[in-house]
């Protein structure tokens, strides 16, 4: 039966149309792209083990790899906003399965929804820095999932050129047509569940290391080049 969270919400002829319009888009650019891969059987292990997997990839990067996963059926935590009505759509165009909520509105039966679908084996596609940022930084939701469900997060990066920069808070990356695109799976890292407040502020600063430097190779497998100074 399903649960408030999972239950399908009306959404309003705008939403579609624009989530439609959007997913036409991104589906088109994402079959056109030239993508090499590093570490990708770590996550063909978790799409057809027993064992939930948490995937971890910052929001400014989500194209690539939702085409990536194009109807495998892993799970995806949406807001209750408006935007995120279109994002509902997207998304479950995509193949995802959704759970609805946010900080402040049904955050806490949609987190603990989610979890129960990563014990069993479900795999939670997360951006540990959205919705608002700021920008690669992970929020406490990834450690919470993660120690909740006892099972492991795999950090995800993607790198793209050339590819278009749009002016919002994560710096959103949207590849051209027929660019070259890396995706690179890092190794599983997982968090015991007793943590105290240190443990999970270390805990937070693996995973942003783990998730930046899986970026920083796909951004080398796409034929970028990190500038000095850069993460």
């Known amino acids: 039966m399903a649960t408030p969270e999972t239950a399908p919400l009306k959404t309003p002829m705008r939403a579609r149309f624009y989530g439609c319009v959007v997913w036409t888009l991104a589906r088109a650019v994402g079959l056109s792209l030239r993508i090499r891969f590093e570490g990708y059987e770590r996550l063909e292990q978790a799409l057809q083990g027993e064992r939930g997997a948490i995937l971890v990839t910052w929001h400014g990067r989500t194209l690539i790899p939702a085409n990536i996963l194009h109807k495998r059926g892993c799970w995806a935590l949406i807001s209750l906003s408006r935007d995120g009505e279109i994002q509902n759509v997207i998304f479950r165009r995509f193949g995802f399965k959704t759970v609805r909520g946010s900080t402040g509105r049904g955050g806490v039966r949609a987190a603990l929804s989610l979890a129960r679908k990563i014990e069993e084996g479900g795999v939670l596609t ?33 790198g793209a050129r050339p ?37 999970k502020r270390a805990a937070t600063e693996q995973i942003e290391r783990a998730m930046n430097a899986c970026e920083e190779r796909a951004e080398e497998l796409a034929g970028n080049r990190p500038q000095s100074g850069e993460r």
């Open 163 to 199: 590819c278009w920069h749009i002016p919002t808070w994560d710096n959103y990356m949207f590849p051209y047509p027929f660019a070259r695109a890396g995706f690179v799976v890092g190794e599983p890292i997982l968090l015991p569940p007793d943590l105290d407040e240190d443990g």
């Open 126 to 158: 997360l951006t540990p820095d959205g919705p608002r940022g700021p920008s690669h930084k992970v929020q406490e939701g990834t450690i919470f999932f993660a120690q909740r469900s006892g099972c492991p997060i795999l950090p995800v990066g993607i």
